[in-house]
């Protein structure tokens, strides 16, 4: 694998209780790229980030990652026991170590430093995802794996979610694969697009798959709309493969 290629997936398959949920995927995840995945409900979407981070075993095909690659990840779902204290600090240690101020400069990029000694049960479903966020962001991880990430989010809450992936994908050089529903914002916010219904139904850079009948087929009136508002403001030049060069 080349230096910037951190995950390559070949032909994967998963077979779930009532079939098929993956067949035939391929795809290739690069260092400094932000790639996202969007599909109709039950296209696979979470199973192929379950996949990507190790999470789950794919059935069929090669699934090949970077040498000690590190990941962060936020799942779509995450459940908290409001009856066991646990500090915002505690959280983001729980895992790994890392220091009293590494957590602090996390949750400031995050914009959250203020809720460092807060208990998780008492936070917002805006401030557990900024929260959810900064943790991934520890560790100075190659691969930032993102499920639905502004889930539960109102609209300006996800608009600055994405602005900080954004963020975070320029200060830590990493590769960013996410789960979104918001076809808007997707477009203008992503390098790589994978559209998914358990098969590849194209991919590529937006504004190629943007343009794909499989694409417009799968969301009707919310591509079209996605359409008329997309722009992707290029400050850097893309290669053949969608890779971008400065």
Known sequence: MSADLLVKGKDIGFIGKSGPIL????FELYRGQITTIIGPNGAGKSTLTNIVT???QAHSGVLERANNLCIGY?????YVNTLMPLSVKRLLQLTQTVSDEEVHQALSQTEVGYLYDRQVQTLSEGELKRVLLARTTLGKPDLIVLDEPTAGVDISGEIKMYDLIGEFHNQLQCGVLLVSHNLHLVMSKTDQVLCL???????????????HPEYLALFGDQAAESLAVYTHHHDHIHDVAGHHHD
């Open 197 to 211: 219904n358990r098969h590849l139904c194209c991919s590529g850079l937006p504004e190629s798959v943007s343009q």
């Open 23 to 26: 067949d035939s995927v391929s």
């Open 54 to 56: 190790g999470l789950l």
């Open 74 to 78: 936020l799942p779509q779902k995450v």
